[in-house]
């Protein structure tokens, strides 16, 4: 009998995993290009699969939305952020078909690639409702975590995981692991929070926040995600405060949750027995400081888009480490190659 191996299912969901970044990377653009509501009805644009068809008819399918006038580069940019979500979808559920045909082998992971079309028919009702609810932060924000989560899954199933048992030194590890990547989940929900309520900016300086440590601000503001029906959310509607107050915090988890991270990555790196071990940890050591210079620069610099873009990219990148050093800690089963 031919042994079975895992290693075109890897290569698919790695694929998978390139694309999902490719959506969470293009999405932030989407935002910070405020091409959100580019094209306000879902799947379609203005009633139609491309911009360049509204250029064509843009008088009747304007006048189907009176109140959002068609801008053809922010429906392109909305479009094509579509587009990737699509293909993203097929290659998922070619993936949860490949698993569940295999399903009798021990070695093949079956539960996961079958979670990942519900995940994505769920980002499907998200992104409908993201256009339909005019960019309520609490729906945007939930948009953003569920195409991470699809990315960590992907990324997870595409990693070959250790077989030989961990030495007492990197078992030791794991707590910190665990809580530095439950800190990381709560960072990336406070930068998917900053960016859907537009509050990146609510700090100009940098360590400084309005030119003190101490500046104004209003929490219980910042914090509730009720929204009221029928309000449009584009640019933000939250106070200064309440805006300061998000941007703060993410700054203050931006710090406990790097540190924590950095530290993962030193110890997994020290302890560790193998090179693959010890790249693992250096790589989200190199990942956190990636990031926190990107953050300084991002707000030294003014916020450009292209730096706020590559803020995005750099969590996207920080979530992929950290996941790889858990991969690394915590061998897999009844795995083959």
Not at 176 to 197: E, H, K, P, R
Request: glycine residues 8%; aromatic residues 10%.
């Amino acid at each position: 009998m031919t042994s079975y191996s895992l290693v075109p299912f890897r290569r698919w969901a790695r694929f998978g995993a390139l694309l999902a970044a490719i959506v969470v990377i293009v999405g932030a653009w989407v935002r910070l290009t405020n091409a959100g509501l580019g094209c306000p009805d879902w799947p379609g644009c203005y009633g139609h699969v491309h911009p360049a068809q509204v250029v064509e008819q843009v008088d009747t399918a304007q006048a189907a939305y009176a109140a959002r006038p068609f801008d053809y580069q922010k429906a392109l940019h909305e479009m094509v952020h579509r587009y990737i979500a699509s293909t993203l979808g097929l290659v998922v559920l070619g993936l949860a078909i490949y698993a569940f045909r295999h399903r009798r082998n021990p070695r093949q992971p079956v539960r996961l690639p079958l979670v990942l079309p519900l995940i994505i028919g769920a980002q499907g009702a998200l992104g409908a409702f993201t256009v339909t609810l005019l960019l309520t932060p609490v729906i945007v924000t939930s948009h953003l975590l569920g195409g991470l989560t699809t990315l960590s899954i992907l990324w997870w199933l595409s990693l070959t995981p250790e077989t030989r048992s961990p030495s007492a030194a990197e078992r030791s590890t794991r707590p910190l692991a665990m809580f530095a990547m439950a800190a990381l989940i709560v960072q990336l929900f406070l930068g998917g929070w900053t960016s859907t309520n537009y509050a990146a900016v609510a700090c100009p300086d940098f360590p400084t926040c309005q030119g003190t440590y101490h500046p104004s601000t209003n929490f219980a503001e910042a914090f509730r995600f009720a929204h009221e029906q029928g309000k449009d959310y584009e640019g933000g509607v939250l106070s200064q405060a309440a805006r300061t107050a998000i941007h703060y915090t993410h700054r203050i988890g931006a710090v406990v949750a790097g540190s924590l991270l950095f530290l993962t990555g030193l110890l997994t790196a020290l302890r560790a027995r193998t090179s693959r071990v010890r790249s693992a940890g250096l790589a989200l050591m190199g990942a956190v400081v990636l990031q926190w210079l990107i953050g300084m620069n991002l707000i030294w610099r003014g916020f450009p888009l292209w730096l706020g873009t590559a803020h995005n990219a750099g969590a996207v990148v920080l979530l992929l480490a950290t996941l790889t050093v858990v991969r690394r800690l915590w061998p897999a089963r009844n795995e083959g190659p």
